[in-house]
């Protein structure tokens, strides 16, 4: 990424005023800094010479300390507000590198990018924030102090400015070249972190079959080794700064010393006045201040910057999908009334020669409850994604009360669906707030005791030692599948939306279990509900006013 790349002020909106105030307090900073530099030349001098007292230069002083007030100041809402616009950007970027990547839909995320993403998401963003507050306001400074201080020193002496004009280039030219080896060695740090966080992930994902195989202790090895790496990438990029700091600390030492040499050795055979080289002499260090301090500061945002980058590679993605909520004006017709027609629908498997539905016509009658059939991966959990938008068709098409699908606003549809999939989303915290309940309901609400009655969730909450305020964890840890099962069917029938979308509900659960799964079903359709359900059994299948049949077909390759 470029020190400022133009797409960051596209894609974050919280950083365009954060960057008009820099440029502001940068100009005032330049001001600052000059004045300073001449006040205190300008109360020193008289005083050595013996032209004035400290009595004659005290207003100066004053003025003086009023500067060193204004600069703390300065630097102190450069600061505060640069931890702020840091804040706001990374949430602002991850907001949308979340939503891109739910827009490009689940097969692009399994395509190897569910765990950069994710490491993208939750950690890497945050190093985003020493961009923020301290190289960017670096980087204006050097837009601001460094050419105005050179000016005022050419103004005082034309001999120095040369000498800092020779001098000046060689901080650039060194942090190009340590700058592209840190650039380098941030990215393979946060290609290592990628690396590590995937297989943690994974491993999490699958403990607990290696646990019940014996193998838990065989991924011990892998682990270890890409945190091994994943250090050694970190203390790399940490040596390269050290380095280059130390580098262009010696660069901007000597070109001070030299500038300064001259100078005093032009004091003193009397060539160059008191004021003006105590002047110079303060205000040499300031030109060159900036430039050092990028050097020293993109090292630290370098991590930064390359997340941003991964995060741009992202937001650039082609839409996979039709239809998102930018391009799509269309609000979605009311699904209590409005009929679903699917005609010739074919979606081609990723990595397979498989089209899975192949050529699938069908029509999902409002308030009526139609099942999906067909042998395992003929397509019927990819129909649902394509009618809920989160799979791109690769023919056919398929229209909601005459409008084309990729015609609609895809929020708006998704405010009148429901979706319970085989492994519903519980997230951690109490049964009352995964059921998401508006404010007129309660535990005690006749709507919330009905619906757990039908689905047989209120022996699950007898059971539970706290009620409907017990604690379960991420994905519904605390409670069996078939009890997350029945959870979910009892947050659609509490909170019921004019379509219903259940993939497989009766997979996990006994014989029993699936009475209380028919039962809701069938409220769902007494309240007008249209019901889209995935089922194997008969139970399920007997409910249904239409069956549809979803065959795959495997393409030969020529």
Known sequence: MKPLDKRLLAYARGARSYIGLLAVTGLVSACLVIAQCLLISGSISPVIDGSKTFADVAGLVGILALVFALRLLVTYLQEAYGHRAALRVIADLRTQV???AGDQGSRWLSQGRTASTVTLATEALDDLEPYFVKFLPQMILTATVTPLTLG???????ISAIAILICLPLIPIFMILVGRMTQSNSQARLSSMERLSQQLLDLLAGLATLKALGREQSPRRRVKDLGEDYADKTMRTLYVAFLSGAVLEFLATLSTALVAVEVGLRLVYGNIGLFAGL??????PEVFKPLREVGS????????VAACQSAFEILD??????GDSSTSPKLAPDLRRSAIDITELSVEAPGRATIAPDSLSARIEPGTITALKGPSGSGKSTTTSVILKLVQPSGGSVTIGGIDLAEINKESLWEQVTWVPQQPVIVPGTILE???LSREHSEDSPALLNASKLTGFDDVVASLPDGWNTLIGQGGVGLSVGQRQRLALTRALVTPRPFVILDEPSAHLDAMSETFVSAAVRALAAEGTTVLVIAHRNAILELADNVIEVQA???RSQ
């Open 553 to 555: 077909n495997t393409v």
């Open 152 to 158: 005022v020193i050419l103004w005082l002496d034309w």
């Open 279 to 284: 002047a110079i002499i303060m205000l040499t």
């Open 297 to 304: 500061q993109f090292h630290a945002s370098a991590d930064g």
């Open 434 to 436: 995964n059921l998401e």
């Open 317 to 322: 993605e082609p839409p996979l999908l039709a």
């Open 98 to 100: 979340i939503r891109r």
